[in-house]
């Protein structure tokens, strides 16, 4: 029988495509070596810890598809290691990065190889160092273009920039986090904010390092915005321009238009900006949103200036100052929530409707009274209490002879336990007025185990104990859609007709409302050990986090990979 060539001829298209799509994925090489670098800021030059003696650290540009292997020197005087945020890490967990939870510390004078493949995700992350408070200053971002071929689904921006919001002490980050882990106090506050590391004209010494960022009159351009700070949710705003959203966390949203992002630590948001204004100089400014009632926090401001290119000489005179856009209050909340709800996935999205595991995690601060005869000096919290949190009254704490992957994985006894409870322990009005005796949680290394496949809906509720708080809650390895929100204590039988299973977006890091909730739902599609927690540095700190290890699957596409070979140990 004789080939019918018109089958044959598609075949070979077939083939080809498929061949085509195989070749233009590409493996990006890097070297990153951590150390430490003279920056100057604020008037004043320190030994900080970078990566490359760049401060923010190299921007890794990458297609949907593509491999990256980035070879980690810590030739810093710290453990490091360094976290691919909102990277779903598919069976590569060894690559995830958070210290003791996926991998022991890279020791100073040690190295590691991160290898992993971007798969199905497009828009921003980026990554930072996941030990202690190093990422103060060790992160950068990660832009993953559409595959060579694709488009965005949004007509092309003329530029791109990304900008990386950040957060300067003018102390060595790793003793602020020190002393506070000593005293039981709260750390001190950061002393400026900074966009692309530098925090712009209004803080003093810096004016003549304010980032600059050129757009032609009518141009339409894409910021991809990253909320890099450790301690603090920010708003973001550009001065007489509108923005339309149409991403966050590496994924597409529906497009919408608004004049304020808020981002909490961890997040990331895609903007498109149209230069149709009179060409100027106008100020892009972050400063925060801070939630907590009473509890100090950083008030300064951060800018950079939006320059036309076409501004006539009058504009460009420095002593024209450009114009200065309003920033809601410090605790608009009312703007935050309007913010966050406007978000949707761009079309209906895959939100599993049947649940397997229905979750209710608490997350807040505690209190920790001192046992008797410690030393005053080390009870400086509230009314001579330590400063603690937990997420359903389990302080997290990280094991230190081996990581919970590796513990997990070579069945290694006695590193964690996996009794984390699934609801809380005890039920109270957790946005109430919650008695002393409900303040104190358990410290504990404990996770929670998922079956391969498991369908996961989680609720997870602020506490008001000390103080309610927006939290901004990351799950590493995973993307979740958020399908609703709320104030107050979570109610299944009223919220539950809230639920968005149509279009709700998917992120990696939710913004848990002050003194309210938000249900998320993902699928335990990928094996491994997972940490869940607040993105405020401080509060991973103080124990707000757990972690849940899913179980691998039926055959290789569903287990986890083995550990490569220069996977640091304790
Ligand atoms: Cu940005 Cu544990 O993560």
Avoid at 155 to 160: A, G, Y
Avoid at 236 to 250: E, I, P, R, S
Avoid at 272 to 301: E, H, K, V, W
Avoid at 458 to 482: C, K, M, R, W
Wanted: aromatic letters at 10%; a neutral charge.
């Amino acid at each position: 029988m004789e080939a019918n060539p018109i089958c044959l001829g598609l075949l070979f298209l077939i083939f080809s495509s498929t061949m085509a799509a195989i070749s233009n994925a590409k493996t990006h090489y890097h070297d990153f070596v951590i150390q430490a670098t003279p920056v100057k800021r604020l008037c004043k030059t320190h030994s900080t810890i970078t990566v490359n003696g760049m401060y923010p650290g190299p921007t890794l540009e990458v297609n949907n598809g593509d491999t990256l292997v980035i070879n980690v020197v810590n030739r810093a005087r710290y453990n490091a290691t360094i976290h691919w945020h909102g990277v779903r890490q598919m069976r590569t967990g060894w690559a995830d990065g958070p210290e003791f939870v996926t991998q022991c510390p890279i020791r100073p004078g040690g190295s590691y190889t991160y290898r992993f493949t971007i798969q199905g995700q497009e828009g921003t992350l980026w990554w930072h160092a996941h030990s202690s408070w190093l990422r103060a200053t060790v992160y950068g971002a990660l832009i993953i273009r559409p595959k060579e071929g694709d488009s965005y689904p949004f007509p092309k921006p003329r530029r791109e920039t990304p900008l990386l919001l950040g957060e300067w002490w003018d102390a060595n980050p790793i003793d602020v986090v020190r002393q506070a882990t000593r005293t039981g106090a709260a750390p001190n506050v950061s002393d400026a904010y900074t966009i692309n590391g530098q925090p712009g004209d209004l803080y003093n010494c810096s004016s003549k390092d304010t980032i600059i960022v050129p757009v032609d009159s009518g141009e339409t351009n894409l910021l991809r915005i990253i909320n890099s700070g450790l301690n603090q949710q920010l708003f973001f705003t550009v001065a007489n321009h509108k923005l339309t959203v149409v991403g966050a966390d590496a994924s597409y949203v529906k497009p919408f238009t608004t004049t304020v992002l808020m981002l909490g630590p961890g997040q990331t948001t895609d903007v498109l900006i149209t230069a149709d204004q009179l060409p100027a100089r106008y100020y892009i400014a972050a400063r925060a949103y801070a939630s907590a009632q009473g509890a100090p926090f950083d008030n300064t401001t951060t800018t950079a200036i939006l320059d036309y290119k076409s501004a006539p000489c009058p504009a460009k005179d420095v002593s024209v100052k450009p114009v200065m856009p309003n920033l809601p209050a410090f605790n608009d909340t009312a703007t935050a929530t309007a913010f966050s709800k406007s978000f949707r996935s761009p079309r209906k999205a895959l939100v599993p409707t049947e649940i397997d595991e229905n979750l209710f995690f608490t997350v807040g601060l505690g209190l920790n009274n001192c046992p008797i005869g410690s030393s005053p000096a080390n009870c400086q919290g509230p009314n001579g209490t330590r400063f603690t949190a937990s997420m359903n009254n389990v302080s997290f704490v990280l094991p230190s002879s081996f990581s919970l992957l590796q513990a997990h994985q070579q069945g290694i006894p006695g590193v964690f336990t996996t009794d984390f409870p699934g609801v809380p322990p005890v039920k109270f009005d957790y946005t109430g007025n919650v008695s002393q005796s409900l303040q104190q949680p358990v410290p504990g290394t404990k996770v929670y185990k998922l079956k391969y496949g498991a369908r996961v809906q989680l609720v997870i509720q602020g506490t008001s104990i000390f103080t309610a708080e927006n939290h901004p809650i990351h799950l590493h390895g995973y993307d979740f859609y958020i399908i609703a929100e709320g104030f107050g204590n979570f109610d299944p039988n009223k919220d539950t007709a809230k639920f968005n299973l149509v279009d709700p977006p998917l992120r990696n890091t939710a913004s848990v409302p002050v003194g309210g909730w938000s249900v998320i739902r993902f699928v335990a599609d990928n094996p491994g050990v997972w940490l869940m927690h607040c993105h405020l540095d401080v509060h991973i700190t103080w124990g707000l986090a757990m972690a849940f290890i899913v179980e691998n699957g039926v055959g290789e596409l569903e287990t986890l990979e083995l550990p490569p070979a220069d996977l640091p140990l304790c």
